[in-house]
């Protein structure tokens, strides 16, 4: 038994003197996992960003999108009233030119009449001129 104490020393010793080296093993691998996870947390954070101004620009362009579609509509509007208006004024035209049709028929209806009562009153004159 006493023979074997120094080989059963020698181990422990060797076994002591492994650890050192072991704990340092762990520590290195504990300090790399450490700064792996500190990197993956500085992604998630940075994708988490990323996002977030994704979100912003759509919902800017939904934005511009709406204002545009609303320009649009007004446009649309205005070239309606405008159209309106062409036709309205080309309306009031017509019913002018009808207005001043009527007119010239009416002129030409009693043009001839006056003429004729110019020539009757002519005559009548020229008759009275004869009979004095």
Same mark, same amino acid.
């Given at each position: 038994?006493?023979?074997?104490?120094?080989?059963?020393?020698?181990?422990?010793?060797?076994? +002591?003197?492994?650890?050192?080296?072991?704990?340092?093993?762990?520590?290195?691998?504990?300090?790399?996992?450490?700064?792996?996870?500190?990197?993956?947390?500085?992604?998630?954070?940075?994708?988490?960003?990323? +996002?977030?101004?994704?979100?912003?620009?759509?919902?800017?362009?939904?934005?511009?999108?709406?204002?545009?579609?609303?320009?649009?509509?007004?446009?649309?509007?205005?070239?309606?009233?405008?159209?309106?208006?062409?036709?309205? &004024?080309?309306?009031?035209?017509?019913? &002018?030119?009808?207005?001043?049709?009527? &007119?010239?028929?009416?002129?030409?209806?009693?043009?001839?009449?006056?003429?004729?009562?110019?020539?009757?009153?002519?005559?009548?004159?020229?008759?009275?001129?004869?009979?004095?």
């Amino acid at each position: 038994m006493t023979s074997a104490f120094p080989s059963t020393t020698s181990a422990f010793s060797s076994t +002591t003197s492994a650890f050192p080296s072991t704990t340092s093993a762990f520590c290195s691998t504990t300090s790399a996992l450490s700064s792996t996870t500190s990197a993956l947390s500085s992604t998630t954070s940075a994708l988490s960003s990323t +996002t977030s101004a994704f979100s912003s620009t759509t919902s800017a362009l939904s934005s511009t999108t709406s204002a545009f579609s609303s320009t649009i509509s007004v446009v649309q509007l205005s070239i309606q009233h405008n159209n309106l208006n062409i036709k309205q &004024y080309k309306f009031s035209i017509q019913q &002018y030119n009808f207005s001043f049709q009527q &007119y010239n028929l009416a002129f030409s209806s009693t043009t001839p009449a006056f003429s004729s009562a110019i020539s009757a009153f002519s005559s009548t004159t020229s008759a009275s001129s004869n009979t004095s």
